[in-house]
C-alpha cells in the first residue's frame, strides 16, 4: 500500500467536508468552505496518481472552481454515467452541474491569471425543496433518481430523468439526517440520522422497510456527518457513528432480516464515513498452486473523528489495515476508485490523502458475470430494479407477440404467488409501479369502478369505455378516440411512463395524457403545471361533422383518414390532447405559459406520431392548433403562426398575420388559417415554400433568441457568418445565449428545447431568405447540437432529407438540391458530426452506405 498527501489539493486552508472521484478515473471533485460561499472544485487525478505529471507545470491541477453555492458544500457527488455532479449545502439547495464542452479557459473572479478553468462546469438545475442544511446526496443505481438529506429531518428523492421534478419526500426522522447508501440495485435506500436510528426505504412504494435503533442508543456526541453504506453485493449494510459496549463502532447490519450482530470495532472516536469499494473479490491465487473455491469477500474503508482509517476485508475479523494520525482533524468523506484499488480520503483540517493498494493486498475482482450471478442468488433472476420506472423505461416492447407473452407470463406468476409462495424477491418479478403509494393495478380497479354504465330502452347495459394503463410497458394509449385517461385527485406520473401528462386532474375532471413513452432523451417535457379545473376553450369536433378540404385539389378524391375538424375561440388553449390523424396516429397537445423565461411566457407544443414524441417551445400563448398526417400548425396570442413537419421540425419562419386566428386546418400540406379580420389564406407548405404573408426574421425581443445556448456547437474552424442577408437583418439582435449564462438554474430540458426552436428557425430563415451560405452554417450547427443532445428522431428526419429516394421514380417531388447546394454532398458533411457520438454508429452506417451506393450507380 502506498500513502500520498498531495498538498497542492487545497482549499485555501479551509475544510473539505466530501470528495468523489470521477467513474472514469481521471478527475475528483471536493466540496466545502469557500471564502464567502461555498466551493465546489474539480481536480486532475493524473498529478495524483503520477509524479512526473504531478512535477510537469503543463498539466493542469485543478480543472475547474465554482462558487454558486452560497454557503458551505457539505457533499459532492458524480453520477453513475459521469456526465453530472451533483452538490449540497448549507444554502439548503441541490445543484447538478455538467460539462460546457468547447468553451475555452477562464480565469476564476478574484484570483491570479494562473489559476485558471481549464474546464467549464455549468449548473443546470437548481433543486429546491429543502428548509435546512443539505448533508448528503446520493444517485441511484442507472441514475433513475437523486436522493437528498438534510437537517429538516426529511430526504427528498429527485426524478433525475426530469429533473426538477420530485418524486417523494420521506418523513419519519426525528433528528437531521445526514447520510444515505443506495442498495446495489436500487430495490433500497438507507438514511441514517441523529435521532439514533437508521431507516430503510422501500424504493416501490417508498415506505419505511426497517427502523434499526438498538446499535445506536448509546450514541451520545454528534458527529458533524453519518455517511453510511451498502456493499456491493447487497448482503450488508454498514453505518457510521454506532456504540458498542460504550466504545463506537461501525454497525453492519445485514440484508437478511436487518439483523445486527456483527461491527467494525477500534476507533478510539465516533465514526463519521464507511464507504465501500465497488469491486466484490476473490483469494488471490499463488503462482502453480490449483484453485480452491474461495468465497467471495468485500472490501470496505471507515473513517472516523480520531483522525484515523481502517480498511476491512469481510472475510478477515481484523482491519487489513490502520493508519493512526492521518489528519489534524475529522475524517469527513472518502471516495474509490472503480477499478477497486485507489482511494481519496478528505479532512476538517483542509487536506486529502491518496492511498494505492495492489491486488495482492485486497484479492482478485470477480468480473461483471460473477457479480451478476451474485446478485441473481441474492434479488432472484431479474437483474433490474424490480417494480420501478428503471426496469419500465427499458422495457419498451414492440412486437405485438413479444407483448402477448409478457402479459401470460405475469398472469401466471400472480396466479403462482399464494400466501404460501415465496419471497417477493425470489419470484417472477411484477411490473407494477406506484404512483404516490397507490399502485397501478389499484388505480386500474378504481377506474373500473367508475365505469359509466347505462341502459338502453330495450334493456341492454351501455358502459362508457374508459382508457386503462396497460402495467406491462408504461404506454399510455386511448382505446378510442378522444377518449381521456382519468386518474385519481393531485396525481402526477414520472416521464418514463407520461411524457405528456399535463396537469392534474381533479375527480371527474378529464386529464390528457401521453401515449407512448419517450423514446428520444431530448423529447423530455417540463414538469406538469399544477392548475386543476384548467377550463379549455378547445372544442373537439368528430370526423364526420366536417368534410375534408376537398375542394382545395382535385386529387383528393378519397375521404381523407385525418380529423381535421378542429377549432377554438381566440383565448388561449390549454392542456387539451386532439387527435389530428387516424393513420399514422397523431396526437397533438397545447401547455401555455410553462416557464417564463426574459419577461416571456414560454408555452409548449407536444406531439406523439406512433407513438415517438416530441415537443418544442413558442415565445406566446397558443390560441389555437390543428394537424394533418405530415404537418401542424399552431397560431399564437402574438399573431404568429407556425408550421412544423411531422418530426418537429419548423418548416418556416413565423408568418405575422393581420390580425389574431379565429380557426385552422390542415389537410395533407395545405393550412388553412381564419382570422378575425375575417381574411382567409391557404398556404401549400412543405414542397413548395410560397409564403403569401410576411415572415418574422428578426425579433428583438424575443426570449428563444436571447436565452438559446449553441455555444458549444459552434464549428472550431468555420468563422460565424457575418455577411448574409440574415445576420444583416438580425444584426447585434442575434447575441444568442447573452441571458443563458443567467439562466444557470433553468432546467436543461427548457434550455434545450429553447435551443432547439432557435435553431430551427435559423435553418428555415435562411431558406425564406435563399441564403445559401448561412443555411449551410446553421445546418452544421443544428446537425451538432442534435448528436450532442442525443436526439435520434430528429436527426433520422434530417439524414432522410438529404439523401432523398433512393430510387427514382416520377411521384417523387424530392429536389436534390436547395438554394443551388447539393443536398447529399450537405448529407456527407453532416454525417462526420453525427460520427462523434457512438451512440449513433448505427445512423451513421446505415446512410454512410447509401451515399456509396449512389455514388457507385
Known sequence: MKLLKPSWVSHNGKPIFSVDIHPDGTKFATGGQGEDSGKVMIWNMAPVLREEDEKNENISKMLCQMDNHLACVNCVRWSNNGLYLASGGDDKLVMVWKRAAFIGPSTVFGSSSKLANVEQWRCVTILRNHTGDVMDVAWSPRDVWLASCSVDNTIVIWNARKFPEMITTLRGHTGLVKGLTWDPVGKYIASQADDHSLKVWRTVDWQMDANITKPFSECGGTTHVLRLSWSPDGQYLVSAHAMNNSGPT????????????????????????????PKIFKKKQKNGSSPKPSCPYCCCAVGSKDRSLSVWLTSLKRPLVVIHDLFDKSIMDISWTLTGLGMLVCSMDGTVAYLDFSLDE?????????????????????????????????????????????????????????????????????????????????????????????????????????????????????????????????????????????????????????????????????????????????????????????????????????????????????????????????????????????????????????????????????????????ILAVACEDRMLSVFSSCGRRLLPAIQ????????????????????????????????????????????????????????????????????????????????????????????????????????????????????????????????????????????????????????????????????????????????????????QRLFTEYQDQLELLRNK
Open 250 to 277: 461501525a454497525q453492519i447490519v445485514e440484508r437478511d432480516g436487518w439483523k445486527t450482530n456483527m461491527d467494525f470495532v477500534g476507533h478510539r472516536k465516533a465514526v463519521t464515513v464507511v464507504k465501500f469499494n
Open 657 to 840: 398575420l393581420g390580425t389574431p386566428a379565429s380557426a385552422l386546418h390542415c389537410s395533407a400540406h395545405y393550412v388553412m388559417v381564419l382570422t378575425a379580420g375575417a381574411t382567409l389564406s391557404v398556404h401549400w407548405t412543405v414542397q413548395r415554400e410560397i409564403v403569401l404573408l410576411q415572415t418574422l426574421i428578426a425579433d428583438k425581443s424575443d426570449s428563444l433568441v436571447q436565452c438559446a445556448d449553441f455555444r458549444s456547437c459552434l464549428p472550431s474552424h468555420d468563422t460565424p457568418v457575418s455577411s448574409g442577408p440574415l445576420a444583416v437583418m438580425q444584426g447585434r439582435n442575434l447575441n444568442a445565449g447573452r441571458l443563458a449564462s443567467r439562466l444557470s438554474s433553468t432546467p436543461h430540458h427548457l434550455q434545450q428545447s429553447m435551443t432547439l426552436a432557435f435553431l430551427e428557425n435559423q435553418l428555415a430563415s435562411a431558406l425564406t431568405l435563399q441564403s445559401a451560405q448561412e443555411y449551410r452554417y446553421w445546418l452544421l450547427i443544428y446537425a451538432r447540437f442534435l448528436v450532442n443532445e442525443g436526439s435520434e428522431y430528429r436527426l433520422r428526419e434530417l439524414c432522410k432529407e438529404l439523401l432523398g429516394p433512393v430510387h427514382k421514380s416520377a411521384a417523387t417531388s424530392w429536389e436534390p438540391t436547395t438554394l443551388g447546394l447539393r443536398k447529399r454532398e450537405l448529407l456527407r458533411e453532416v454525417l462526420p458530426v453525427i460520427g462523434e457520438n457512438l451512440r449513433f
Open 362 to 630: 485486497l484479492g482478485d475482482p470477480l468480473n461483471e458475470e460473477e457479480k451478476n450471478s451474485i446478485h441473481q442468488n441474492i434479488y432472484g433472476k431479474s437483474l433490474a430494479i424490480t417494480s420501478t420506472e428503471a426496469q419500465l423505461s427499458t422495457t419498451i416492447i414492440e412486437n405485438p407477440e413479444i407483448l402477448k407473452y409478457q402479459q401470460e407470463r405475469q398472469n401466471s406468476a400472480q396466479a403462482n404467488s399464494g400466501p404460501g409462495a415465496a419471497a417477493p424477491e425470489s419470484s417472477a418479478p411484477k411490473l407494477n409501479s406506484v404512483m404516490n403509494g397507490e399502485s397501478l393495478e389499484d388505480i386500474r380497479k378504481n377506474l373500473l369502478k367508475k365505469q359509466v354504465e347505462t341502459r338502453t330502452a330495450d334493456g341492454r347495459r351501455r358502459i362508457t369505455p374508459l382508457c386503462i394503463a396497460q402495467l406491462d410497458t408504461g404506454d399510455f394509449s386511448p382505446a378510442l378516440f378522444n377518449s381521456v385517461p382519468i386518474l385519481p385527485s393531485g396525481s402526477s406520473m414520472s416521464s418514463q411512463l407520461t411524457p405528456q401528462l399535463s396537469s392534474d386532474s381533479s375527480p371527474g375532471q378529464a386529464s390528457s395524457m401521453g401515449l407512448k413513452p419517450t423514446h428520444d432523451p431530448m423529447l423530455t417535457s417540463p414538469p406538469p403545471n399544477n392548475t386543476a379545473n384548467v377550463k379549455s376553450s378547445l372544442l373537439l369536433t368528430s370526423a364526420s361533422k366536417i368534410e375534408p378540404m376537398k375542394a382545395l385539389d382535385s386529387r383528393f378524391t378519397e375521404r381523407s383518414k385525418a380529423t381535421p375538424g378542429v377549432t377554438a375561440t381566440a383565448s388561449p388553449l390549454n392542456s387539451n390532447s386532439i387527435q389530428v390523424s387516424m393513420e399514422p396516429s397523431v396526437f397533438l397537445e397545447v401547455e401555455n405559459e410553462v416557464s417564463m423565461v426574459a419577461g416571456s411566457k414560454l408555452s409548449q407544443l407536444r406531439c406523439s406520431r406512433d407513438g415517438r414524441d416530441w415537443n418544442t417551445l413558442l415565445p406566446s400563448s397558443v390560441v389555437v392548433a390543428a394537424g394533418s398526417s405530415d
